[in-house]
């Protein structure tokens, strides 16, 4: 029975070995090609790139392969690359797309394929189907050209994307001001792409930029996963503390995704970080634009838009909707609650090693540490925004869980009046103090996620209990 493969929010990502084999790798690719000829891209350009995972530098030579036997010219990467490098390496040569190889923040046992459009952003909800609907049952009907053939004709050419990339830092950001601000700055690169990067970007000055896991590891040692969130980031937390640094910033494996720690060595949520971004682009940038973020992130965000007079949209759950709606409104800022942030003026796609100098520039240009920079946030928008997380297992068909969740009808959540129910992905419970509680399903697997926001800290375990019961869960 052939294996049928199923696009997430990115693409698609598989246990290597077990679901995710090399023939799986160039039927996907297949899908992909078919998808481009379909748009009239035959004989444009794609680029291919890849994480540090095991073997991925050989299931990108793979893919590459593929589209150079579907009469497509791949830039393949020289070696691992962040994802919004490869990114941004689509508007620079001017690509009509891209596929990287990387299973992003999932375990060491998995890979991943994740493909992206002419604008080094995410391809939207109908475009994945088209391309999933491409993949053909049999890894005979894929065409496939020969690496040393393919090279020889032109058609793969190995490339350094990073040349681009740091040249186009310059035009959204001055690095020279951090480089001289004597900053202590601890990275934990969890293993992945990110490796090299910051301390590349601002040496020769006196900042001392300290990396830790800075080395290829496909098993991520001392993490249970190279996502930026704890326990996964302790060490870092700990060497913090040990090497009195200002900050701790934390890549994850593919560098898309920040995760930041204060200068006591304490994590600072993603919803918060998302909060302390856009505040930093509209109050010490002056900058405007709209505010684009998914309905499981910040509403810090909501009265930020307010403040300064800026419209602020809230999607689905993930980059396929996050990235279209700020090319149509052109936005400052987009973001989610996995710890992925996107600006104007870069590519439309999640930028982790952007995210961070932001976040020294914060520093530099008020002269002040990350539970300053809160303090200020939290003045702002008029007190303090908590936020967690529960992941859990269940059982049955998710129509009738959905239905139990619809007919549950709770007028209290955690002891807050629900004042409106939104279901443009999964249903989010609306509540009096202005936080929320939210209830969507994965996409790939039986898990029910439930997340809240509130501005009652005593009060988010609470929340979270009620959700699940409202699942019926408990």
């Not at 509130?454 to 019961?469: F, N, S, Y």
Request: aromatic share 8%; with cysteine; glycine share 12%.
């Amino acid at each position: 029975m052939t294996f049928k493969i199923k696009f997430g929010t990115d693409g698609w990502r598989g246990v290597i070995a077990d679901d995710y084999t090399f023939d799986n790798v160039r039927r996907c690719a297949q899908g992909f090609a078919s998808y481009m000829l379909s748009q009239g891209k035959s004989g444009q350009w794609v680029i291919v790139g890849h994480d540090k995972r095991f073997a991925s530098e050989h299931f990108a030579a793979t893919v590459a392969e593929v589209l150079a036997g579907n009469g497509l010219k791949v830039w393949l990467t020289d070696g691992a690359t962040p994802t919004p490098v490869i990114a941004y390496a689509v508007v620079d040569k001017k690509a009509a797309g891209a596929i990287n190889i990387t299973a992003s923040h999932n375990p060491p046992s998995d890979n991943g394929f994740k493909v992206r459009n002419e604008t080094g952003g995410a391809i939207d909800p109908e475009g994945l189907k088209q391309i999933e609907n491409g993949i053909p049952d049999a890894v005979e009907s894929v065409k496939s050209l020969g690496y040393a053939e393919a090279v020889s004709a032109g058609k793969i050419v190995k490339f350094d994307a990073a040349v681009a990339y740091i040249e186009h830092l310059k035009d959204l950001i001055d690095l020279q001001p951090i480089k001289d601000a004597g900053l202590t700055v601890m990275v934990d690169a969890m293993w992945g792409n990110g490796a090299g990067w910051l301390p590349r970007l601002l040496d020769g000055g006196k900042t001392r930029v300290i990396e830790i896991h800075n080395q290829r590891n496909p098993s991520f040692p001392e993490m249970k996963r190279p996502e930026p969130i704890p326990p996964n980031i302790n060490v870092g937390l700990k060497a913090t503390v040990d090497n009195h640094a200002d900050i701790l910033l934390i890549t994850d494996g593919d560098a898309d995704r920040l995760g930041v720690g204060d200068e006591n060595g304490e994590f600072i949520n993603q919803l918060r970080v998302y909060g302390l971004l856009a505040f930093y682009l509209l109050d010490l940038r002056g900058l405007r634009g709209d505010i684009v973020k998914t309905l499981s992130t910040t509403g810090m965000l909501n009265i930020l838009g307010e403040l300064y007079g800026v419209p602020v949209h809230e999607t689905g759950v993930g980059f396929k909707f996050v990235a279209p709606k700020m090319i149509e409104t052109d936005a400052l800022i987009g973001g989610e609650e996995s710890g992925g942030y996107a600006f104007r003026g870069n590519v439309p796609e999640r930028d982790g090693i952007l995210a961070g100098l932001y976040m020294l520039d914060f520093m530099v240009r008020t002269g002040k540490k990350p539970t300053e920079l809160l303090k200020m946030l939290f003045e702002k928008v008029g007190g303090e925004f908590f936020y967690d997380r529960i992941d859990s297992a269940f059982s049955g068909d998710r129509k009738d869980r959905e239905q139990i969740i619809l007919d549950a009808k709770p007028a209290t959540i955690g002891g807050l009046k629900v004042t409106n129910l939104v279901t443009i992905d999964g249903f989010q419970f609306r509540l009096e103090d202005g936080g929320w509680l939210l209830i969507r399903f994965s996409g790939t697997e039986p898990i029910l996620r439930v997340y809240c926001e509130t501005r009652h800290g005593d009060k988010v375990q609470a929340i979270l209990q009620d959700g699940l019961k409202v699942a019926g869960i408990k």
